[in-house]
């Protein structure tokens, strides 16, 4: 039997992986945001967002933005950087366009340690 024994298995579907630095580029842009507080009313939202679900993970309503609500189009939307940190930690947008949906495979240690930097730049704004 030739080349197959070596442990390696058909490669799998790509695991989502997320990049830290684009991550620490996308809050340092939202947190570039001073008009009227804009920057930290973004922050506080994504923080919202990406605490849920590391802090309540088991519960499905949190697993999914709904981009359509008010609070996402007047407090992300605007703002550069805010939906592709959120896209960087694992959601991804359904087809509709009308939400945001954590992947399954998104990484959970990334989750948190976004939720400490997000906490961070909340508190320093």
Do not use: H, W
């Not at 920057?39 to 919202?48: D, F, N, T």
């Not at 999914?64 to 008010?70: A, D, G, Y």
Request: aromatic share 8%; charged share 35%; hydrophobic share 35%.
């Amino acid at each position: 039997v030739g080349g197959a024994g070596d442990g390696a298995s058909p490669a799998p579907a790509k695991k989502f992986k997320a990049d830290p630095q684009k991550i620490d580029e996308y809050i340092k842009k939202v947190s570039s945001y001073r008009a009227g507080g804009d920057g930290q009313k973004c922050l506080k939202i994504l923080l919202a967002y990406v605490g849920n679900v590391v802090d309540k993970s088991d519960e499905e309503k949190f697993r999914t933005i709904n981009m359509e609500n008010k609070a996402f189009k007047t407090k992300v939307k605007p703002f550069l950087g805010a939906k592709a940190l959120l896209v960087a930690v694992g959601f991804k947008q359904t087809e509709a366009g009308d939400a945001l949906v954590l992947k399954e495979d998104a990484d959970r240690n990334t989750l948190k340690e976004t939720k400490e930097k997000l906490e961070k730049a909340y508190a320093s704004y």
